[in-house]
Structure formats: structure tokens, C-alpha cells
């Protein structure tokens, strides 16, 4: 594959990237120059790789997505699947954070002047309490979020296809 011949498509991609790459400042215009000429005069596909290695990704620096419209049932599921990850690490989160600064905050005012504290209530444990019962709410019903999260995809879906459709049509 790397001995085929480079067309011109080929190296036009790759004077795109380099052109890209020099409006954006990531290259100064000697080293543009020297790439550009270098691309040009490039006869095979292995000579051009080497010229934009340093600009662009070897992969995604996002997973891909598929369009919702073009989504499959198993990407819906997926998306799905990754919405109750995300809700269920938010309420983690949400545990976490009100607690660690509860207690923190309680400590703080507790202590008096010592390492005693007063015999004052732990008000903390009612925000450990509550946030506690939501990460353990979400976690536990991962079926029904799930579930809704694809319901609501799918209605998303339909709509996406309906309005494309729609296009297609005045288009025609």
C-alpha cells in the first residue's frame, strides 16, 4: 500500500491539513513551505504521512457518535447504557462532595479550641443520609433509566428521520 502512487487528491488532502495547520499557528511559514513542497513533489503514499504526523491525531480525541438518525437499536442501548453511567457516577459525586464539605464544616465549628469536639448533633449524617439515598436510587433502578433513556432516544429518532424526510421531500 505505502509504494502506491500518491494522486493528486492525496496530497491535496494533506496540503489542506497543512494549510489548516499554519492559519491556526502551528506552523511557521519557512516549515509550511518546506511541507508544501515536500507534498508536492511526493510520489508515494508513504512519503505523505510522515509530513502531517505532528498535526494531526494517530486517533479520535473524541469517540465517534453516530447520528441518532443513522443510530442502530444497539447504539441507542449504548447511549443509554452511558446515560445511566454518567447519572449514576453524578450522584456519586453528589454524595461525595456535600459530605466532604458537611464534615469539614461541622468539625470547624464543633471544635473548641482543642482536639475535643462538644457534644453537638453530627448534622452532616442528614446530608450523608439523603444524598446517600439518591446515588443508592439511581443505582438501584439502572433497568428503568435505561429503559426511559431509550424510549426517549427512539422518540428523538423518529423525529430525526421525520424532519430529514421532510427535507427530502421539499427538496424534490
Excluded at 51 to 57: H, M, Q, R, S
Excluded at 84 to 99: H, I, N, V, Y
Aim: a positive charge; zero cysteines; charged letters at 30%.
Amino acid at each position: 500500500m505505502a509504494s502506491l502512487r500518491a494522486s493528486d487528491a492525496d496530497r491535496n488532502i494533506v496540503h489542506n491539513v497543512l494549510t489548516e495547520a499554519f492559519a491556526d499557528g502551528r506552523l511557521d511559514r519557512e516549515e509550511y513551505d518546506e511541507r508544501t513542497a515536500a507534498t508536492m513533489a511526493a510520489r508515494t503514499l508513504a512519503q505523505l504521512p510522515p509530513l502531517v504526523a505532528d498535526l494531526v491525531p494517530d486517533r479520535p480525541l473524541l469517540p465517534a457518535t453516530v447520528p441518532l438518525a443513522s443510530a442502530s437499536t444497539v447504539d441507542i442501548a449504548k447511549r443509554a447504557q452511558e446515560k445511566w453511567r454518567k447519572d449514576r457516577r453524578d450522584a456519586f459525586f453528589g454524595f461525595l462532595g456535600p459530605t466532604l464539605i458537611t464534615w469539614a464544616i461541622w468539625a470547624a465549628i464543633s471544635a473548641d479550641g482543642g482536639l475535643s469536639f462538644k457534644d453537638d448533633f453530627p448534622w452532616p449524617l442528614i446530608v450523608m443520609a439523603v444524598t446517600l439515598l439518591n446515588f443508592f436510587r439511581v443505582a438501584a433502578n439502572r433497568d428503568e433509566v435505561v429503559a426511559s433513556e431509550v424510549r426517549r432516544l427512539e422518540r428523538k429518532r423518529a423525529k430525526e428521520i421525520q424532519a430529514q424526510n421532510k427535507k427530502r421531500q421539499l427538496g424534490q
